[in-house]
Every structure is written in structure tokens, then in C-alpha cells.
């Protein structure tokens, strides 16, 4: 069986088609940067149209490079939410056009079920039950897993996302869109304990975050800094080590309060690299099993839309001919499946 999944969540238009014995086949994507960099952030209506002008032509490039023939795909899975509403119904339009045309299934997809699986894409896989950390541009959050389908909410983030947090940082010390990539670059040049940044919440007893108090206080230094480069390193350095000791603390205390030992990162934050070594160390001395995707897995993609197609397909959970969107769809909402 194979399974063709849309990703049109956000910003990245992504097309992949899973084989459920040969694997990933193809994965394509086209990212928006070049569009929404003169904004400084993304603009909907614009990710929408580009949205439409890339999906379709990303599809015949995915069936022409798998050699796949359209009466060799079993189903249509596609992002449903959480996202842009006008991205979502780009997606969800093409996928109900092609499955009603092809007559074959389709499979609204939670674009975090999405992530919190992708780690199931990778040789390495994880099993149930683990705790997930999701840190993404629009969601920081810990769940935890007991299988397909069941997740609990342990904590998430009160105010900005993590992913946020970077981006908005990154664009006060004068970098580009994406701005957390741009801003990791920078840190690598950064001097370790010039500044001290505070890390909220790390007392706190439950599983939440915090991140616009960091993110002010950061703009504060800034603000009362020279804006040469090493000291701008120096920032971006001290800010990516208070984010992200900021996770690794509340990981473990997940972790400690529910008496797992595994865990997945995931979400386009999940490739920074800073996270990825605290994390290492964390796992050596607590003896935890961390799951990652590669890099290009990380972010938004239709990897992880096809392969939670496929699981929701062979357990018949399909769409009706309605179009179903969500932009806030919540992991609780979902159902199990096995």
C-alpha cells in the first residue's frame, strides 16, 4: 500500500509517498523563505498562494521521481491542523480533489501526531509508552504517549513557543528569516558566560513553560548593548542556552514524574544542535533512550503526514467527502487507534 501526504500547514509546502514495505519513497519539499524575509515573519495569505502554486506541480514531481503510477496509491493523507486556516484549505482541497478524482481514501492528518510519530520513519524506532517534547515555531509542549492516538498533555508553553521565542530574538539582534536557525549560527561564535539570562520557571513543580520573559529580558540587554558582532554572539549564545536548558530540565522532571525512560524531540526546533548535546547528556546519566529524525525531518514535511496515513489507513480511519480543517485541532481530540 502507499499513501501520498500533504503538508500545508504553515509556510512549507511538503509531498511525500510512504510505502508501507519499501518505506519512504520520495519526500519533496518547498520552503517560503525568500517570500516572507522582507516581512521579517510569515504572512498567511501570502503562504496560502504559494501554497496553491506549488502543491500540485510538487505531486507530479513526487509520482514522476517514485515512478509511481496514480493507480498504484491506496490513499490521500493530508495536514487537517493545527495551522494556518488558508494553508490547511489549500491542502485539504487539492487532497479531496485528487482522492475524489482517483477514487480512492483520504486521511485528515494532525500535523503533531504527525511529529510526535516521525521518529517511527527512522531504522531506530521508539516504542510505546515515551514522553514526547514537540518544539516547533507554534508549539512547545510535553506529552506522553501510551499508544496511536492516546496522548496526555503534561505542560506546554503559557505564552510564546520556543521556536517563536528564537525567531523573535533573532530578528531584534538585526538576523534573518528563519531566525532560529540564523540565530544558533551566531551562537557558535558566542563567548560562554559574559551574560546570564534567566530561566523561567525551572522551579516551578508542574511541566509548563514560559519563554516571553526571556524574550524580554533579552530585548532589554540588547537594547542597553553595543551591537557589534561578538557581543551580539555573545547574546544569541547565552539566550539558546537558557531555551534550551529551560527544556532539558522540564524533559527530566517529565520523565522523573511519570517513571519512563524514553523520549522523543521533535519539531523543527529538535535539530538544534545545542538541544540535541544537552539532551545526550541528559539520556548518559539518567540511562534514557532519545529518538530523533534526521535534520530534513525535523521541520514541517509530508514524511510524517504519509506515515500517519498509512497507520490511520490500514486501521480504516478515513475521511468523509467533507473537507475537515482545524486550526487549533488538539492531540487530546484524537482518537486511539490500536
Same mark, same amino acid.
Given at each position: 500500500?502507499?499513501?501520498?501526504?500533504?503538508?500545508?500547514?504553515?509556510?512549507?509546502?511538503?509531498?511525500?509517498?510512504?510505502?508501507?514495505?519499501?518505506?519512504?519513497?520520495?519526500?519533496?519539499?518547498?520552503?517560503?523563505?525568500?517570500?516572507?524575509?522582507?516581512?521579517?515573519?510569515?504572512?498567511?495569505?501570502?503562504?496560502?498562494?504559494?501554497?496553491?502554486?506549488?502543491?500540485?506541480?510538487?505531486?507530479?514531481?513526487?509520482?514522476?521521481?517514485?515512478?509511481?503510477?496514480?493507480?498504484?496509491?491506496?490513499?490521500?493523507?493530508?495536514?487537517?491542523?493545527?495551522?494556518?486556516?488558508? =494553508? #490547511?484549505?489549500?491542502? &485539504?482541497?487539492? /487532497?479531496?480533489?485528487?482522492? *475524489?478524482?482517483?477514487?480512492? %481514501?483520504? @486521511?485528515?492528518?494532525?500535523?503533531?501526531?504527525?511529529?510526535?510519530?516521525?521518529?517511527?520513519?527512522?531504522?531506530?524506532?521508539?516504542?510505546?509508552?515515551?514522553?514526547?517534547?514537540?518544539?516547533?515555531?507554534?508549539?512547545?509542549?510535553?506529552?506522553?504517549?501510551?499508544?496511536?492516538?492516546?496522548?496526555?498533555?503534561?505542560?506546554?508553553?503559557?505564552?510564546?513557543?520556543?521556536?517563536?521565542?528564537?525567531?523573535?530574538?533573532?530578528?531584534?539582534?538585526?538576523?534573518?528569516?528563519?531566525?532560529?536557525? =540564523? #540565530?544558533?549560527?551566531? &551562537?557558535?561564535? /558566542?563567548?560562554?558566560?559574559? *551574560?546570564?539570562?534567566?530561566? %523561567?520557571? @525551572?522551579?516551578?513543580?508542574?511541566?509548563?513553560?514560559?519563554?516571553?520573559?526571556?524574550?524580554?529580558?533579552?530585548?532589554?540587554?540588547?537594547?542597553?548593548?553595543?551591537?557589534?558582532?561578538?557581543?551580539?554572539?555573545?547574546?544569541?549564545?547565552?539566550?539558546?542556552?537558557?531555551?534550551?536548558?529551560?527544556?532539558?530540565?522540564?524533559?527530566?522532571?517529565?520523565?522523573?514524574?511519570?517513571?519512563?525512560?524514553?523520549?522523543?524531540?521533535?519539531?523543527?526546533?529538535?535539530?538544534?544542535?545545542?538541544?540535541?548535546?544537552?539532551?545526550?547528556?541528559?539520556?548518559?546519566?539518567?540511562?534514557?533512550?532519545?529518538?530523533?529524525?534526521?535534520?530534513?525531518?525535523?521541520?514541517?514535511?509530508?514524511?510524517?503526514?504519509?506515515?500517519?496515513?498509512?497507520?490511520?489507513?490500514?486501521?480504516?480511519?478515513?475521511?468523509?467527502?467533507?473537507?475537515?480543517?482545524?486550526?487549533?485541532?488538539?492531540?487530546?481530540?484524537?482518537?486511539?487507534?490500536?
Amino acid at each position: 500500500m502507499r499513501v501520498l501526504g500533504i503538508e500545508t500547514s504553515c509556510d512549507d509546502t511538503g509531498i511525500a509517498i510512504y510505502d508501507d514495505r519499501l518505506g519512504l519513497m520520495v519526500n519533496l519539499l518547498h520552503n517560503q523563505f525568500d517570500l516572507h524575509s522582507k516581512y521579517g515573519g510569515i504572512v498567511p495569505e501570502l503562504a496560502a498562494r504559494a501554497h496553491m502554486e506549488k502543491t500540485v506541480p510538487l505531486i507530479n514531481r513526487a509520482l514522476m521521481q517514485s515512478e509511481c503510477d496514480i493507480k498504484s496509491i491506496s490513499a490521500i493523507a493530508y495536514a487537517a491542523g493545527p495551522g494556518l486556516m488558508g =494553508s #490547511l484549505l489549500i491542502g &485539504a482541497s487539492i /487532497g479531496h480533489a485528487l482522492s *475524489f478524482s482517483w477514487n480512492i %481514501p483520504i @486521511i485528515p492528518v494532525n500535523h503533531m501526531e504527525g511529529h510526535l510519530l516521525s521518529p517511527m520513519l527512522e531504522e531506530k524506532k521508539v516504542e510505546f509508552p515515551f514522553i514526547a517534547l514537540l518544539v516547533s515555531g507554534g508549539h512547545t509542549q510535553l506529552i506522553q504517549a501510551f499508544k496511536i492516538g492516546s496522548y496526555k498533555l503534561l505542560g506546554e508553553s503559557l505564552d510564546d513557543s520556543v521556536g517563536d521565542a528564537f525567531d523573535k530574538t533573532a530578528k531584534l539582534l538585526g538576523l534573518g528569516y528563519p531566525g532560529g536557525p =540564523s #540565530l544558533s549560527k551566531m &551562537a557558535k561564535y /558566542g563567548t560562554p558566560g559574559r *551574560f546570564k539570562l534567566p530561566r %523561567p520557571m @525551572i522551579k516551578s513543580s508542574d511541566l509548563n513553560f514560559s519563554f516571553s520573559g526571556l524574550k524580554t529580558y533579552t530585548s532589554n540587554l540588547i537594547n542597553k548593548q553595543k551591537k557589534d558582532f561578538q557581543t551580539r554572539a555573545d547574546i544569541a549564545y547565552e539566550f539558546e542556552s537558557a531555551a534550551t536548558d529551560i527544556l532539558v530540565i522540564k524533559c527530566k522532571r517529565a520523565l522523573e514524574k511519570t517513571g519512563l525512560n524514553r523520549i522523543v524531540v521533535a519539531g523543527g526546533v529538535s535539530a538544534n544542535d545545542s538541544l540535541r548535546e544537552k539532551i545526550k547528556l541528559m539520556a548518559m546519566c539518567c540511562e534514557i533512550q532519545v529518538f530523533y529524525v534526521r535534520s530534513e525531518l525535523c521541520t514541517d514535511n509530508g514524511a510524517m503526514i504519509a506515515n500517519v496515513g498509512m497507520l490511520r489507513f490500514k486501521e480504516r480511519k478515513l475521511s468523509k467527502l467533507n473537507i475537515f480543517v482545524s486550526p487549533n485541532w488538539l492531540l487530546s481530540d484524537l482518537k486511539s487507534i490500536k
